[in-house]
């Protein structure tokens, strides 16, 4: 009898065996919304049914004409077809495998529609001065491109694909976290009087309008190990002193602006410097390169030309005094009416006359 038990499992046994040998692969596909003509495609496929370690040849077909073929193994591969021309509208983009087939629709959108979002972000943003509206509407309408100009779908990305996902992505919310007790680390500071003392202790030097600029230029200068926390520290610290002086608000923050983020690119020890270096290291592992990414990062400073530039011009506003255009017309204001805010930006602002 146990013999006989044992037989039968063992038939059972290699009958699903079998059956699973047998069996076509379980293939998907997934074209990502859209691609730009003359690009190359990143079609997602996934295989299932095979043995571990296992491969089979997977055929790619644009139209039912084949443009790409790969031996791959059981899981998700993002592949990458090259040298294909498609024209701009819809395609079936389809794989196929041992008798296997899935297939997705593939849109080709116009080369030139990229360049669409940014503009709109861009030209909204010198309009309505608000960033976040603007960039929201950029990232909207790429979205009703991905989607085939359906409102509804684009605003269905819109929130799951980008902003989700952007506010849940480890990197980014790091940053805000950063921001976030930053700020607030600031803000008690501030309450508890140590933004006033630093004031005190500048005041006696910054006695006129070039002098703070100066001072805000080099205490950015000082504070180099990260731009967000230049950002704050500075711009809180030395806004009652400009003010007094009657520097605008427009000139404080096109100072503090472009020494933040210069000073951070090219100093050896910042919260940039992590994620330089393992761009830096990436790129010299796919080209295998034996190099050291930190060495190469420090040999590039010198050739940083934009943030020295850009630390030198900020010094040379500061000092000599030459501003032109908006900025021109920012610091006449403030000279002549103590306004150190736009009139539509100064209700809650008080004049400096005031401040003093």
């Known amino acids: 009898m146990p013999g006989r038990l044992f037989g039968v499992l063992t038939i059972l046994t290699g009958l699903l065996l079998a059956n699973h040998l047998w069996a076509a692969p379980n293939l998907s596909v ?27 040849q997977v055929e ?80 909207f309408v790429g979205a009703l491109a991905l989607t085939g100009w359906n409102p509804f779908a684009a605003f269905s990305m819109f929130i799951v694909e980008f902003i989700v996902k952007a506010l849940t992505d480890a990197d980014h919310a790091s940053i805000i976290l950063f921001s976030m007790l930053l700020g ?36 950015g200068m000082l504070i180099f190990f990260d731009d967000y926390a230049n950002t704050l520290i500075v711009g809180n610290t030395m806004r009652p002193i400009t003010d007094r002086l009657r520097v605008s608000r427009e000139k404080l923050a096109y100072i503090v602006d472009s020494t933040a983020a210069p000073v951070s690119s090219i100093f050896p020890i910042t919260t940039w410097i992590g994620f330089e270096v393992g761009l830096i290291a990436a790129g010299f592992a796919a080209l295998d390169i034996p190099y050291n990414a930190y060495n190469t990062f420090l040999a590039s400073i010198v050739y940083r030309f934009y943030p020295i530039f850009c630390l ?34 100064t209700t809650a602002e008080p004049r400096v006359e005031e401040i003093v």
């Open 30 to 56: 997934q074209a990502k919304g859209a691609a730009l003509k003359g690009l190359n495609l990143y079609p997602t496929v996934t295989l299932e049914n095979l043995i571990p370690g296992e491969t089979t």
């Open 60 to 139: 790619i077909y644009a139209d039912d004409k084949l443009i790409d073929r790969q031996e791959l193994a059981v899981g998700e591969h993002e592949l990458k077809v090259e040298g294909i021309r498609l024209d701009t509208g819809k395609h079936i983009l389809s794989v196929r495998s041992e008798g296997a087939s899935a297939e997705n629709v593939l849109r080709v959108l116009p080369g030139w529609l990229s360049l669409l979002p940014p503009l709109i972000a861009i030209a909204l943003a010198l309009w309505v001065k608000d960033v976040i509206v603007s960039l929201s509407l950029g990232v």
């Open 184 to 219: 607030g680390m600031v803000g008690v500071v501030s309450k508890n009087g140590g933004t006033l003392g630093i004031v005190e202790r500048v005041a006696p030097y910054a006695t006129t309008s070039r002098r703070a600029q100066i001072a805000s230029w080099l205490m």
């Open 312 to 345: 030198v011009m900020v010094f040379a506003v500061g000092w000599f005094g030459r501003d032109v255009g908006a900025m021109l017309k920012a610091e006449q204001r403030a000279h002549q009416t103590g306004a150190v805010l736009a009139a539509a930006t």
